[in-house]
Every structure is written in structure tokens, then in C-alpha cells.
């Protein structure tokens, strides 16, 4: 049994009597209260990590590793209700890969996170030379973060920094606080005062975390606007900086694919979160000989995924998490349109109705500079994007200043590696997007950041390298 078993109890221990109202995206109701953390909320928050950080050092990995354990197995058990709350919050339907998935990957993420060896490692022992490398805390570490995958993404940037020996002060998204809210208080049922610590507030709240000087390394998940701003604020402090920023992360489709097969992992690429997800497929690039074949296919899969308010079962895709966002998503459609491209299936919301739901979008024979290929999206509205020769597909995609993620889907596995190794990405998925997995490293190059999170190359991230010569 755990204390936080009931949505209402789970709920009832996080919500404040007065702050910001946090609204379901879907309906418009009222889901609770935020608290209005101020920046003198931040400086606590950050001595409170400060005190608690020897004595969480001190503690050794094995037992670090016990309590994350432990933290898994919190989430496990009020798991529902999480998933619940985060539906209501951030819109996203509890079944398909949404609400109830991204539960699942808190607590996945954090068993991964304890099992993975120790960075630790000797460089030299020839006989005369011993020098072995040892992986220290760095101290406190903020972790800011966005309201696509508030959960999960939170659980990628505490995970490895409480790992490593770090206490933690988090600042979740303005637009998804209750949810992290509610997974830090579940997290804290097992963990020691102080290790892991939660102010929530907007982007004046994150820059007096960003600002500080009583932070050593920052955790930065948004767009790249906001991560210049990071960066640029770290100055002072000469923070370690961790970036996970934008993408437009392209798709490639070579002409040996059978359509028909590939659509369903090309849709749920493009399309997971209702396309809300840094590491997306944005664009697709289909060779003009089967350019038809997988259009209608892609329309196919389209038009059979149910999209609705996301506590209902059958809802796989739910509405757009904010309203600044819709305007995004519906500014770039207009735009796709007035180039001349051709709508196959939605483009026309229904602005009367309640929630900020826009409908699933695939868009043809769009230009390759057209804004809804261009900018990012971060909504369900595909442009699919006609080439003549690989290498073009190639060049288009590399012409952006972002590189997250991309994927390259092909029947023969050596072609597919050939395309991958011309790619400027973080990641180059072979006929999957966007699959990301605890164990291997993830991150961006270009405007979309620097540093990688996950696994042990992760694990590195969150301390620094003491080495021991002799
Ligand atoms: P955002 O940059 O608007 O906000 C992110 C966070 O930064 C929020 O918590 C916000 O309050 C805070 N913030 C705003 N101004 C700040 C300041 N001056 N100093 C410190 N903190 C500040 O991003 P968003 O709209 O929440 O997220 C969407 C973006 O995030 C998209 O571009 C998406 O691609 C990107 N993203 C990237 C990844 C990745 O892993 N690369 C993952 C998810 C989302």
C-alpha cells in the first residue's frame, strides 16, 4: 500500500491553498493549485540541497543506489494515480505511449540508473604509472525542465545527479508543475530531507536557480531560446551546463521499404506525445517513386488513431498542452497551406470547442523552406517532403541549424548505415524514431545542446574526474 494510492490523496498532498491554477488542457477545468514558488523560495531550496550534500556523499553508491531503487518502487506503487494526474495536467491520454508510459519509464529509468557500473576506471598501470580515473559529486544541481514529458524528463535529470552523490533542486515547467510536484513527493517518501528539493514558478523562479551561485552544475531541458539564456546566466558561477534543446529532427525513407509496413513507426515517430516530443519526427523525406505508396499508407494509420480527452480509454492522442503552442501549431499549418502544399488529413481545428485539441495533419507536397518544415512544430502536423536523389535528401536534411535527432528507414540495413553516417544528429534511429533507452547515450549537436544524458556517459555528466597518479 502506499500513502499516495488515491488520485484525491495524491492530489490533496501536493495542492496549495493559493498560487496558479493549473487547468486540464483537454476541458479547461480546474485541476488544482500551483504553489507561486518566488526566487527566496529558489535560495532556500538550494541551501536546504546544500546541507543534505556531504551527508548524501557520505552515504556511499550502493546505498544511493538502494534508495533509487526504492524511489522505483514508490512510483510503482502509486503509479494510477500518477498517471492520472499528469493526464488531467498535461493532456496526454493515459493509454498508447502517453500518460501511463510515462510513468512506466520513471521507475524504469531509475532501476537502469542504479545498475550501471561505476565510470570509474584506471587509464594507465604499465608497471611504473598507476593513474586511475574516480568520478566525484559535483555538489548541487538544478534541473530545469519543459511540460512535453514533465515526469519522465524530470526523472532523467535526478536519476543520475542523486546517483552520483548530488542533492537536487528542481524547477519543473510553469505550465505542468502539480505533476512534478507529485513525482518529487513520491520520490521524497524514500529519500533522506534535503537530497531532493522542488520550487515551482516560471522562468524568473528558473533563472534564480539558473543565476545562482549555490549551484555547481545546471540540468536544462527546453527550447533553445531559453538555452542561450542558460548559458549566459551560468557565466558567474561557471556552472557545469547540461543542454537538451529544440530539434526538427528529419526522417528519411529510401526506396526499398515496403509502405505499408513502416507506416505505423513512421506515424508514432512523427506522432508520439501528439507529436509534443523534442526527439520527433518533424519532417519526412519519401523518394518521388513511392512518395504515393507511403502517403496513403501514412494517411491509413492516420485516420484510424483516436485523438480526445485524455482520461477516456480509447484516446491515443490528446490536444496540444497549452494555448500558446496550438497558435504555434495552427500559424505553421496556415503557412503550409498558403505555400500551396496539400492537406491529406486535418489542417482545420475546431476553434469553438473546449481544450486546445488540433487535428492529426499530414501535409504533401510541401517546399522544403516552407515554415512548417523549417521551424519546429512540436505538434501533430507532418509535413512529408518529395526527393528526387538520396544525396538531396541528405542535404535538406542537414540544412537546419538543429540536430537531435533523425532516421533513415530502409530494408537493407547497409544502405540505411551508408545514409545514417552523412546525418548531423545527436541520434540516427534505423526504421524506428525516437526510441530512447536508459542505457545508451543521448543528446544533440547544433542549436539542439551539448552534453549527453543517460547510461554511463551520463552518469559522467553529473560529476567531475579526479584522478589519482600513483
Ligand atoms: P522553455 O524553454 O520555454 O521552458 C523550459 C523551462 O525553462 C521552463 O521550466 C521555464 O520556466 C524555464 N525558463 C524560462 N525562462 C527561463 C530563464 N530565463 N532562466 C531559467 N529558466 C527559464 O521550453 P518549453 O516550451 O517548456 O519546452 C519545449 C521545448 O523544449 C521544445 O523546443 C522542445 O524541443 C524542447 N525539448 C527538448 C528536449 C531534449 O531532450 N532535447 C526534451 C523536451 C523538450
Redesign the pocket.
Known amino acids: 500500500m502506499s500513502q499516495f494510492d488515491t488520485y484525491d490523496s495524491l492530489l490533496n498532498s501536493i495542492v496549495a491553498e493559493s498560487g496558479d491554477e493549473v487547468k486540464n488542457p483537454a476541458t479547461g477545468e480546474v485541476v488544482g493549485i500551483a504553489p507561486a514558488g518566488t526566487p527566496e523560495d529558489m535560495e532556500q531550496a538550494i541551501a536546504r540541497a546544500r546541507d543534505a550534500q556531504k551527508d548524501w556523499a557520505k552515504l556511499g553508491e550502493e546505498k544511493r543506489n538502494e534508495l533509487l531503487l526504492a524511489a522505483a518502487d514508490a512510483i510503482e506503487a502509486a503509479a494510477e494515480p500518477l498517471a492520472e494526474l499528469l493526464s488531467r495536467e498535461q493532456g496526454k491520454p493515459l493509454n498508447g505511449p502517453n500518460a501511463r508510459f510515462e510513468v512506466g519509464a520513471c521507475s524504469a529509468w531509475l532501476r537502469a540508473t542504479a545498475s550501471f557500473e561505476s565510470p570509474d576506471h584506471t587509464v594507465v598501470e604499465d608497471g611504473e604509472t598507476t593513474a586511475k580515473v574516480f568520478y566525484r559529486p559535483l555538489g548541487v544541481v538544478g534541473a530545469?525542465?519543459?511540460?512535453?514529458?514533465p515526469m519522465m524528463?524530470s526523472v532523467w535529470q535526478l536519476a543520475p545527479a542523486l546517483r552520483m552523490g548530488n542533492t537536487v533542486v528542481m524547477?519543473?515547467?510553469?505550465?505542468t508543475p502539480l505533476s512534478v510536484l507529485a513525482l518529487v513527493k513520491v520520490i521524497n517518501s524514500v529519500l533522506p530531507e534535503g537530497v531532493l528539493n522542488i520550487v515551482t514558478?516560471?522562468?524568473?523562479?528558473?533563472?534564480a536557480?539558473?543565476?545562482s551561485q549555490g549551484i555547481d552544475k545546471l540540468m536544462?531541458?527546453?527550447?533553445?531560446?531559453?538555452?542561450r539564456?542558460?548559458v549566459e546566466?551560468t557565466a558567474a558561477s561557471l556552472a557545469r551546463v547540461t543542454l537538451?534543446?529544440?530539434?526538427n529532427d528529419a526522417g528519411i525513407v529510401l526506396d526499398d521499404v515496403n509502405a505499408k509496413e513502416i507506416a505505423e513507426g513512421l506515424f508514432w515517430g512523427a506522432f508520439i506525445n501528439t507529436g509534443q516530443?523534442?526527439?520527433a519526427m518533424k519532417r519526412l523525406y519519401v523518394p518521388e517513386s513511392i512518395y504515393d505508396e507511403v502517403v496513403d499508407a501514412l494517411v491509413e494509420v492516420a485516420k484510424n488513431m483516436p485523438m480526445g480527452v485524455g482520461l477516456e480509454e480509447e484516446n491515443v492522442l490528446g490536444p496540444l498542452q497549452n494555448k500558446q503552442?496550438f497558435d504555434i501549431v495552427d500559424k505553421l499549418v496556415k503557412a503550409a497551406k498558403d505555400g500551396g502544399a496539400r492537406v491529406l488529413v486535418g489542417g482545420e481545428p475546431d476553434y469553438d470547442q473546449p481544450g486546445y485539441f488540433f487535428p492529426t495533419t499530414l501535409v504533401a507536397d510541401i517546399d522544403n523552406d516552407n515554415p512548417l518544415v523549417a521551424e519546429?512544430q512540436?505538434g501533430p502536423a507532418l509535413p512529408i517532403i518529395k526527393y528526387s536523389t538520396v544525396d538531396e535528401a541528405i542535404e535538406m536534411a542537414n540544412s537546419l541549424d538543429v540536430g537531435?535527432g533523425s532516421s533513415v528507414w530502409s530494408a537493407d540495413r547497409e544502405r540505411a548505415l551508408e545514409v545514417a553516417s552523412q546525418l548531423e544528429a545527436g541520434t540516427t534511429w534505423i526504421n524506428a524514431h525516437g526510441n530512447v533507452d536508459p542505457r545508451i547515450p543521448?543528446?544533440?549537436t547544433k542549436n539542439?545542446?551539448y552534453g549527453v544524458?543517460f547510461g554511463v556517459e551520463g552518469l559522467k555528466g553529473l560529476a567531475y574526474p579526479h584522478v589519482v597518479n600513483g
Not at 144 to 149: E, L, Q, R, V
Open positions: 530545469i525542465g519543459p511540460w512535453n514529458w524528463i524547477k519543473p515547467s510553469e505550465y514558478g516560471d522562468g524568473k523562479v528558473g533563472a536557480l539558473s543565476t536544462f531541458t527546453g527550447s533553445t531560446e531559453t538555452g539564456k542558460i546566466s537538451e534543446l529544440g530539434g516530443t523534442c526527439a503552442q519546429e512540436f537531435l543521448f543528446g544533440g539542439s545542446g544524458e
